[in-house]
């Protein structure tokens, strides 16, 4: 028994210092929301130069998931988690120095590659260290981190607005502190970073590489001696063997075998879902709510903790979402979540289409966001990053996330620029039915093609998918 706590310990340990680089990705994400007005006003940003702030970072993003799968299959996944620990810690600390709003987009374009070498490679090295009755929670434990940084930072824009005002209200504004932290305030926010950044850093020091990329790369005994602190002797032996035999009847080593009959069909599956997740709405809300709920004639202060109230219900939820994953299923959690999502999409445009005219209160839209972000969270927000995780064959996994995580950033930076376009455009109305209807091709795909992984283990899951394209 006592054996057996150790190595589940053990799991949790690796998964924790993993998770950091989710904790990364949500504050570099979410913190942009409290600056955005700030910084549009100090610098005289226009609609299309705003969207540029926002989604510049995600164009990092995009080039840091294209190069951090084969990264991580050549030099390993460690690695690679250092790499985005340093890349987040100089775009934090280069946002706070910035002096010009385009040494500023630099900063967060650095910052962005940390959060797409993030994206890929934490999620994966928990799937490659976790036990397969347990692997949907602990890889959700990743999604968690995302959504404790969203709230971290929402929790940190909130704090130092209201700390800045003190400071403004006595006139301590000299000096890089009162700049920092006072009359240019959004400086601290995305400064802030740093701090985890290099927690992140410090920790990754100790904890081993993924046993299973070790096989790979015939580093066997070292492989094995981890998998003994996860598995114990007997199981450890039997998953080397597993991982060889596998690796052994694997007919191709690089990206091509992604386009075998059964891997193309999980390589369609992992970027459709990827894409479509992010025209669901749920980043334009974590990108630009603090607008919306001012455009609805809330104070800065009081959107900024709808915000906060927001990043609380992700965070809350997700833990749920960790408890339950593995025992409900994946496929089960997108049914009931997307489903709640089209219902609240529809109530929210109902509210902005006639919410003046039936003068209903702020908190209408308030309690419509907060369903909407608990069916979110519970379910694609929950299930894309095990998915994506679990899916593809060992030498290529982490090609095959890039791929699909390319398409998720593609789809994160689209939305992050046209999210003001089509709420000047569309209306805040059309805009979010128009996030309900993209709902369903999602639903669907779930539904015919995708089945379920809950319960097996990364090999199985393989010869699950050689199985389909051989019956293809």
């Not at 940084?149 to 006595?170: C, D, Q």
């Not at 450890?236 to 059964?262: C, Y």
């Not at 001012?294 to 800065?300: A, K, P, Q, V």
Request: with cysteine.
């Amino acid at each position: 028994m006592g054996e057996r706590s150790n190595q589940l310990g053990f799991v949790i340990w690796l998964s924790l210092v993993a998770s950091l680089g989710g904790f990364l990705f949500g504050y570099d994400t979410a913190v942009i929301s409290g600056t955005v007005d700030q910084v549009s006003t100090q610098f005289s940003l226009t609609d299309i130069t705003k969207g540029w702030y926002v989604g510049c970072a995600l164009v990092g993003s995009i080039a840091g998931v294209i190069f951090a799968g084969s990264l991580s299959d050549r030099f390993g996944r460690k690695f690679v988690m250092l790499l985005s620990s340093i890349l987040f810690s100089v775009s934090g600390i280069g946002c706070m120095v910035s002096g010009s709003v385009n040494q500023l987009v630099i900063a967060r374009i650095v910052g962005g590659i940390g959060i797409g070498v993030a994206s890929v490679v934490s999620p994966l090295y928990i799937a490659e260290v976790s036990i397969p009755a347990i692997r949907g929670r602990l890889v959700s434990m990743y999604q968690l981190a995302i959504t404790i940084g969203f709230l971290g930072a929402y929790l940190a824009n909130f704090g130092l607005l209201k700390y800045s005002e003190i400071l403004v209200s006595r006139g301590a504004t000299g000096g890089l502190y009162g700049k920092f932290f006072g009359s240019e305030v959004w400086r601290g926010m995305l400064g802030m970073e740093s701090l985890p950044a290099l927690l992140f850093l410090v920790t990754l020091f100790f904890i081993p590489e993924s046993p299973r990329w070790l096989i790979v790369r015939q580093k066997e005994a070292k492989a094995t001696s981890i998998l003994k602190k996860i598995f114990g002797d007997r199981e450890a032996a039997n998953q080397v063997v597993n991982v060889k035999n596998l690796i052994a009847g694997e007919v191709a080593s690089d990206w091509k075998m992604l386009f075998q009959p059964g891997f193309r069909l999980a390589l369609f599956i992992g970027v459709a879902l990827a894409m479509l997740g992010q025209f669901m709405g749920v980043n334009a809300v974590l990108y630009y709510g603090p607008t919306i709920f001012r455009e609805t004639g809330l104070s800065s202060g009081d959107s900024l903790f709808y915000q906060v109230l927001v990043g609380l219900v992700n965070m809350l939820t997700t833990v749920l979402a960790l408890i339950i994953i593995d025992k409900v299923g994946r496929k089960k959690l997108v049914y009931w979540g997307v489903s709640g999502m089209i219902i609240t999409l529809v109530l929210i445009g109902i509210y902005f289409s006639a919410g003046d005219r039936l003068n209903l209160p702020h908190v209408f839209l308030l309690v419509f966001f907060l369903l909407y972000i608990f069916f979110c969270a519970i379910s694609i927000c929950a299930v894309i990053f095990v998915l994506l995780s679990e899916m593809y064959p060992v030498r290529v996994r982490g090609a095959a996330m890039s791929i699909a995580g390319l398409s998720l950033w593609i789809g994160t930076y689209l939305i992050g620029q046209l999210t003001p376009v089509m709420l000047a455009r569309l209306t805040p109305t059309g805009t979010f039915w128009l996030f309900a209807l993209m709902c369903i091709p999602y639903i669907l795909i779930v539904w015919k093609l995708l089945p379920e992984t809950a319960g097996k283990s990364l090999e199985e899951i393989e010869e699950m998918w050689l199985m389909k394209g051989k019956r293809n």
